[in-house]
């Protein structure tokens, strides 16, 4: 069983549609982390929550703690943003989600 | 500030042989974590230093593998002696604050052992 679940796993995207993508966790967590890796391996951590929302240009991530779930958002999506997405949650561990990757096509 | 800093890009080595992996955290950061990348495996949390000593290292796999702090300015990851499964991306990251902080990566070491 992972502590981590991501859906989906891959995402087709046309450029400009509005994409979400879902993490969900089983154990008790401090944080929730939502990282970006991009085709050529480098990893950026895009936000970090430990409760309701924060927003970063046209990237939103939002978490529910009570029923321990996370989205993350992309408004106007655009080819840049094609990458592999990976939710991490820290407890008294660190766990991660197996990635989402998203491709949007022009 | 040029980022976290990691060396080398790329390391291919023969199984036996010992292999050391470098990492500059960023200046005033006082967190460095060590990731190791697979496609089996997906992101695993290696070790964790919080100011140079180790908090966590509950995700290093086993006796061949070592991290070091020295200083605030640089760490180690040893693997001695490497096996073909050791093969990976190895990440270091770090953080202002502690463990459940943004976290900054660097460009990772991309390790074959053949």
């Known amino acids: 069983k992972n502590e981590v679940e991501q859906s989906p796993q891959n995402l087709t995207a046309q450029e400009g549609e509005f994409i979400t993508i879902n993490c969900s966790y089983s154990?008790?967590?401090?944080?929730l982390h939502w990282l970006q890796q991009h085709p050529g391996g480098g990893i950026v951590s895009l936000f970090m929550l430990s409760s309701g929302k924060k927003k970063h240009g046209r990237l939103i991530a939002t978490i529910n703690i009570q029923e321990k779930h996370s989205s993350l958002h992309i408004t106007a999506s655009h080819p840049r943003d094609s990458a592999v997405y990976i939710c991490a949650v820290g407890g008294n561990q660190f766990y991660f989600g197996t990635g989402t990757s998203l491709t949007v096509i022009p | 500030d040029a980022g976290v800093i990691q060396s080398p890009r790329h390391e291919v080595t023969e199984m036996g042989q010992e292999v050391t992996l470098r990492c500059k955290p960023i200046s005033g950061h006082n967190s460095l974590f060590w990731y190791r990348q697979t496609m089996m495996r997906g992101l695993e949390l290696l070790i964790y230093?919080?100011?140079?000593?180790?908090?966590?290292d509950s995700g290093m796999p086993e006796d061949r593998f070592s991290a070091k702090m020295p200083n605030a300015s640089f760490s180690t990851l040893k693997i001695q002696p490497s096996e073909p499964r050791d093969s990976a991306v190895y990440f270091c990251?770090?953080?202002?604050?502690?463990?459940?902080?943004?976290?900054?990566f660097g460009q990772g070491t991309r390790l074959t052992v053949v």
């Open positions: 230093f919080n100011n140079n000593v180790p908090i966590d």
């Open positions: 990251a770090s953080s202002p604050t502690g463990a459940y902080t943004e976290a900054f």
């Open positions: 154990v008790g967590i401090s944080a």
